[in-house]
C-alpha cells in the first residue's frame, strides 16, 4: 500500500477524521478510498469486545475470551517466551473477533504498592518490565496485530488519574518511568502507544511534545500511531501539534471541524496532520493487509495455556516442607477463593472469562479434600459462623490450604488503597487457623503486595497473584507438586506501607504529586536503606535446591561499544525436576553520582532435572553499566570498577565478579562563574589556562607551600580551594584577579573542550 498516495488522495476532513475516532471503539474508515474503520479493544489480559453497549470500565458485557493471569503475574515468570506465547493467543483471539490493536501491555512503573491498577502493571524495575513488555508485544504482533502500549508515561496512581501533575527529576523519568517503556518500544516495537491522562511538568501527556515527539519518536525511533487514553484528549489541536495522532473515543464531528479550522488558519501545518494520518493509515493497513479470518486455535487450548502461565507464574513465598502435599493426607480446603478465586481485576481491563476453575473443582482428579468457606468473598468483617465452621475443620484436618487474598472493593481501576492489609476477616480466619493447626497454607489471589502479620505462623505461603480463569487448576498443580513453583517477585513486598519509599508523596497533595524519592524505587531504596522487608525483589523458592557456581567473563574489561559475556552454571541439587530464574544485578562502585546499590541487568530461567547443570549466559553492554547525566543530557557509563552480582533473589546473591568499564568520552565541564575549582579541575589539559590565572589564588591557600603546612592543614586547605566558585577568588588576591581575567580564562575553558 502506497500510504504517502493514499494521503494526497484525502480530503482534508478526511484527513482530519483519521486523528479522531469514528465511536469508542473504532477509527473512521474512508470507504471510497478503500481504509476500512478498524477496531481496537482491551486487553490486555484478555479480549474485551463490547459488541453491544460500549464503556471502558468493564461494566458491560464483552464476547467470552480467555482471562489470562494478568500483568503482575506474568511478570513474575521472568520469562519471556511464555509471555510471547501469551501475546500469540491474544493476537489469535484479536484476529478472529477481527479486532486490530489490543490496548495493552502497561508498562508503567510500580511506584508505591498502593496504585488501584497495579496488577495490570508488571514491575518496579524498568529492565523486568520492559523486557516482559517487549515479549507481550512481539508475541501479539507475531499474528498481525497491535498493540497499544500504555499509559505513556508516568500513570502511576488512580488518585486524581485524569488531572494529576507529575514532577519528577529527569534522571528518575529516564531511569525508571520512561527506562520500561524505551526498552518495550525499541525492543517491542509497539504498532501503537498510548498517552496516560496526567500532566507531566504541567502538561498533559497527550499534548506532551518532548515526550510524544523528541523522546518516543526522535530518540526510541517508534514509527507507528499515538492514540489518547479514554478521555484524555485536553485540546486536540494542540495535541496533534506536539505528535498526537488519535483521539479517542471519538471527539465528535466538531473536532473535525476545529482541525480542519486550524490548518485553514495557519494554526496547524497540513503537513503535520498528513505525516500524522500516513502514521495511522500504515497501521491500520499493516492489519487490514493480514486478516486471518479463522486463526487456527480453540478457546480449550487457550485455557490449558492459561493454567501453565498461571503455574509458572506462581511465586512460593514461604515453605517450611508442608508443601508439596501428599493427596493421602487429611487436608482442608478453606476459604471462599477456594471455591470462587479472584482471578483478575476491576475496570477495562475486565474479561468475561468464558471457563473458570476454582481450585475446588480441580483438585477432585487429584485429592479429596474438605471445605469450609471461613469468611465471606466481600466484607471485611467476620463472620462467626463461618469462622467457626472454618476451625472445627482445621482443627480435625493434617493440613488447612486457606485461599485468601484482596476483593474486588479492595482494589481496582480507579481508586488507589489506602492501606495494605487484607480483610479483617481473612486475617482473623488465619491467625484461628494457626491456633489450632501446624500446617496452615495460605494460597494468595491479590493483584499487588499486602501485609502479612501472619507470616510467621504459618507454614507455606504461595502467591498466585490474579492469575486468570484457570488459576484454580494451577494452585492445585503446584500445592500437590505437578511441578514446582518457579516464579520469583517482579516488586517487593515491604514489611509495612509506611516503609515504601513514596509513602511520603503518594497520592501527593490535590492536583500535584512529586516523585521525591527520584530513582530509589523499590529495591532500590530498600537496598540503600539497608531495610528488611517482607519478602525481597527477585524472591521466590522451590521444591527442590539449586547451586550456583563457575562464574565467568568473556573478558575483564568491557569497551564502551563493546559486549560482555557472564555466565554462570546452575546445578539443580535436590530431588525435585524444576525452572530456575537466574538473575544479574550490576552494583557500581563509583561517587560521581548518587546510585542505587544494584540495578537487575539480566534474568534467564532454566529448567533443570535433579542432579543436571546447565550454563546460563547473560549478555551486558555499556548501557547496563550507565545512569542518566543530567548535564549532556544523556546516557553515561563511566569507566572504572564495577562488581557483577548473580543469585536467586535481590537478596540472595551467589556470586560476584569484578568488571572494569573501559573510559568513555569524559563529559565536558559547563564552566561558569560559579563553578568551582574542583569543577574545572576535571577538565583534561585545563591547568595550562587556569594555572597562570589563578597562580595568587593558589598561593593564597598555601598550596604552593604544602610541605610547610603539614597533613591537616594541607588537606583543610586543598578541600576549601576545591570548593571556592572562580567568583570567589578574586577575594584571596588584592585585586590582582579581574573579572575581566576570569570571564575570558571561562571562555578558554569552555572553547577548548568543544
Ligand atoms: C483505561 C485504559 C483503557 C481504556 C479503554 C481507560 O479508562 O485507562 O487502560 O484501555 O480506558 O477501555
Known sequence: MDIRKLVSQMTLEEKAGMLNGRDFWHLKGVERLGIPPVMVTDGPHG?????????????????????????AALACSFDRELVGEVGQALGDLCQQEDVAVILGPGANIKRSPLCGRNFEYFSEDPYLAGEIAAAHIRGVQSRNVGTSLKHFAMNNQETRRMTVDVTCDERAKREIYLAAFERAVRKGKPWTVMCSYNKIDGVYSSENAWLLRDVLRGEWGFDGYTMTDWGACNDHVRGV??????AMPSL???ADAEVVRAVREGRLSEQVVDDAVAEVLDVVFRYAEHRRKDPDFSLGAQHHLARKVARECAVLLKNDGTLPLSSNRKIAFIGAFAAAPRYQGGGSSHINAYEVTPALEAVRSVAQVSYAQGYAADANDADAKLLGEAVALASVSDVAVVFAGLPDSFESEGFDRTHLRMPDCQNELIEALCAVNDHVVVVLHNGAPVEMPWADKVSAILEMYLGGQAVGGAAVDLLFGAVSPSGKLAETFPLRLEDNPSYLNFPGDGDRVTYAEGVYVGYRWYDARRMPVRFPFGHGLSYTTFAYGNLRLSADTLMQDG???????????GRFGAKEIAQLYVHSAHAGVSRPEQELKGFEKVY????????VTFRLCSRDFAYYNTDIHDWYAEGGAYELRVGASSRDIRLTAAVELAPGKPLPVHVTLDSTFADIRKIPGGEKVYGPVLGDVFKAFGLMDNAAMGGGAAAMAESLLTGTPLHSMKSYTDGRLTDEMLVEMVRQLNDMQK
Open 47 to 71: 479480549l474485551r469486545k463490547q459488541v453491544a453497549q460500549a464503556d471502558h470500565l468493564g461494566i458491560n458485557a464483552s464476547v467470552p475470551a480467555t482471562a489470562f493471569p494478568t500483568a
Open 241 to 246: 501539534a506536539a505528535g498526537l495522532n488519535l
Open 252 to 254: 465528535g464531528d466538531a
Open 563 to 573: 559486549e560482555l559475556e557472564v555466565s554462570v552454571d546452575v546445578t539443580n541439587t
Open 608 to 615: 533443570l532435572a535433579p542432579g543436571e547443570t546447565r550454563t
